[in-house]
């Protein structure tokens, strides 16, 4: 890739420099406009940029080159990203049916709780206060009435009535406003959130299902106090019965799922996970979690997927704890974030590969593709080619092995407690013999060494695969039979 192309010198500092394509240039803004695309909008907010540019704070070339590598590969997710909104329109979380079944869910509840209400009464009984306030006639006053003003061991009242139309009127006239203004009021917009909390799913002030599911809201709610009226008015109106949520057909919920594959209950006989699988797992799930919330598994849309893949892409290693605990939107945001390693293809593979084998044997569990549904795996073809952009690792030099072979643990036998004992010891040894990783080195067991003579007759230590059917089992090598004798 020619960097020197997305490369500025002005004044003293480099600068990134990206032109938007022919197709995306100068672009009117639509509506429902991403937040996480945001960075390609002009200072008009109303019209794509026609360039990027973006200090890189040095004035070193080689400094700059490394920086604008990752600058380039994040602008170039965005400008995909912008395209699929101008050909597909803005994601939808919500299905219409679910946004049906909750407006429904919103009428029976309402008429629930005034049926409830209804059944015991508040028990308000005002006529010891209104004979306190009559006007006086001249003829000696009437004893008041012994009558409490709240009535203990009676059903619904004349005056619990009143008050019911009070509150009705009160209400719907918010509601009749709300309409008008295509604004719910706030005590609505708040049982809203409740629905959606309740279903794992986060929706953005701007998105576009918002309005849909708002208005939803406003139009039960009118129908469910217009059904109180009738029955202050005297007419019989039953509650509807209870629906069937359409998102049952959809199985468990990412983070169900996720606590069923971590014990190994999620299917039959399936294996329980290493304890740093589990916790590579928990951190995609948590990730995926802090972008769309907790939708079910059969409900996660391609468009979620594709864009969590690519937030994860963006998403830094060796962050510090204050970053760290930030959601992945604002840590990819924070002008700090560009200061620290980009995350390898390899790595980012092996996280989509985890969430996307979930949800597979999610699907598996419960049947996903027979509920005629047509469901396929979002994450499906969206883990990236490893590149081999892993971190290369240099070799030792003679004096970093002096100052590691010389250290109290060689000299005088300390066997630090985070070391692990004799580990500490033998591991940089069979390091610097072997060359091989100490991901594998750790893997192998004490019965896969062995002393043995070589060919010249000097000792061996040798490290190879025990009987075939344990090897797996003690993961004593990568491949059975391999041997790797070191003098």
């Known amino acids: 890739m020619a960097f020197m192309t997305y490369l500025i010198r002005r004044g003293a500092a480099w600068h990134f420099r990206y032109r938007l394509p022919d197709d995306l240039r100068g672009k009117e803004l639509p509506l429902h406009w991403p937040e996480n695309l945001k960075r390609l909008v002009g200072k008009d907010k109303q019209r794509l940029k026609h360039e990027i540019t973006e200090s890189l704070r040095t004035s070193d070339n080689s400094i700059a080159r490394a920086r604008v590598?990752?600058?380039?590969?994040?602008?170039?997710?965005?400008?995909?990203?912008?395209?699929?909104?101008?050909?597909?329109?803005?994601?939808?979380?919500?299905?219409?049916?679910?946004?049906?079944?909750?407006a429904e869910r919103r009428v029976r509840e309402l008429l629930s709780a005034d049926d409830e209400f209804r059944k015991r009464g508040a028990g308000i009984n005002l006529d010891p206060l209104w004979d306190s306030l009559r006007i006086p006639t001249g003829e000696p006053a009437a004893a008041h009435p012994s009558e409490p003003l709240l009535l203990a061991n009676k059903l619904m009242t004349r005056d619990d009535v009143e008050l019911l139309k009070f509150g009705l009127d009160r209400l719907g006239g918010q509601l009749r406003l709300g309409v008008a203004l295509r604004q719910p009021p706030e005590w609505l917009r708040s049982m809203v959130d409740a629905a959606l909390a309740e279903r794992g799913v986060v929706l953005a002030a701007d998105a576009p299902d918002r309005d849909e599911i708002d208005n939803a809201f406003l139009a039960s709610t009118q129908r469910a106090f217009k059904a109180m009226e009738l029955r202050n008015a005297g007419e019989y109106v039953a509650t509807p019965p209870p629906a069937t949520d359409p998102d049952e057909q959809h199985g468990p919920s990412i983070q169900d799922a996720f606590e069923l594959w971590k014990t190994g209950t999620l299917l039959p006989g399936a294996k329980v996970p290493r304890q740093s699988t589990v916790d590579e797992a928990s951190f995609c799930i948590r990730r995926f979690r802090e972008m769309h919330g907790n939708p079910r598994v059969g409900a996660i849309t391609r468009e979620q997927a594709r864009t969590f893949r690519d937030a994860l892409w963006r998403l830094p290693k060796g962050l510090p704890a204050a970053l760290e605990r930030l959601p992945i939107t604002e840590i990819i945001a924070h002008p700090d974030a560009a200061k620290y390693s980009a995350r390898s293809s390899g790595t980012l593979g092996k996280h989509i590969g985890l969430i996307h084998a979930i949800i597979s044997k999610t699907a598996k569990a419960r049947d996903l593709k027979f509920k005629g549904t047509g469901w396929t795996n979002p994450f499906d073809e969206l883990k990236p080619d490893n590149n081999d952009d892993e971190r290369t690792r240099d070799p030792f030099s003679a004096a970093e092995l002096a100052t590691i072979f010389s250290s109290a643990i060689y000299t005088k036998g300390h066997r630090p407690k985070g070391g692990q004992g004799e580990a500490a010891f033998w591991l940089p040894v069979l390091d610097a013999m072997t060359g091989a990783r100490l991901s594998i080195l750790i893997a192998w067991s004490a019965n896969a060494c062995c002393h043995r003579q070589s060919r010249r007759g000097r000792p061996c230590l040798c490290l190879e695969s025990i009987a075939a059917g344990e090897w797996m089992a003690r993961a004593s090598l990568s491949t059975p039979g391999n041997q790797l004798p070191r003098p």
């Not at 912008?82 to 919500?94: H, I, M, N, Q, V």
Request: aromatic share 8%.
């Open 69 to 102: 590598g990752v600058l380039i590969s994040d602008t170039e997710l965005l400008v995909r990203e912008a395209r699929r909104f101008f050909s597909d329109g803005p994601a939808r979380t919500l299905s219409n049916d679910v946004i049906e079944y909750l």
